[in-house]
């Protein structure tokens, strides 16, 4: 493992011991629930929009290390962005996430700390456990009051 990767690792493994905007949001705008099934990750994010800004972003849930690493680093990401720069960022990780993403679009200028799941694509199994977050975020925003949680499957 390159130095580089393993510092990737120790930030994952930071976020899953010590998840950040973990628990219950007051006053949430939206929520949605969703499950990966193939490893067993459960995720549930509330948000807060202020007009166009995502003013606050809370998940509970419980999951594998990178799951739950994955929905602590994007609270942190997505917080204070419009619905369209959230929208973008989706984008950029799961091009990221599933290798699609040019080797030129890999940095930390484009990316933030959300490249260390850059290894993330070697792994495909594991995929849907960095993305599970993303995917139910999105039903957030869009929470009309949906009564099937998210699934990957
Ligand atoms: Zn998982």
Redesign the pocket.
């Known amino acids: 493992m390159s130095d580089l990767q393993e510092l990737y690792q120790s930030v994952i493994l930071d976020h899953n011991r010590k998840p950040r905007n973990f628990g219950p949001l007051d006053e949430a705008s939206g929520t949605a629930e969703g499950k990966?099934p193939l490893?067993g990750?459960q995720v549930e994010v509330a948000v807060k929009l202020d007009g166009d800004v995502l003013s606050a972003v809370k998940f509970t849930g419980s999951?594998?290390a990178?799951?739950k690493a994955s929905a602590s680093l994007m609270t942190t990401a997505v917080t204070g962005k419009s619905r369209a720069e959230v929208e973008a960022l989706f984008d950029k990780f799961h091009a990221l996430v599933t290798g699609r993403a040019a080797e030129a679009d890999i940095t930390k200028e484009a990316l933030g700390q959300l490249i260390v799941f850059s290894s993330v694509s070697r792994f495909p199994i594991r995929v849907k456990?960095a993305s599970l977050a993303w995917h139910t975020l999105r039903a957030a925003l869009e929470d009309g009051g949906a009564d099937a949680p998210v699934s990957t499957e």
Do not use: K, L, T
């Open positions: 990966n490893c990750d999951g594998c990178i799951s456990c």
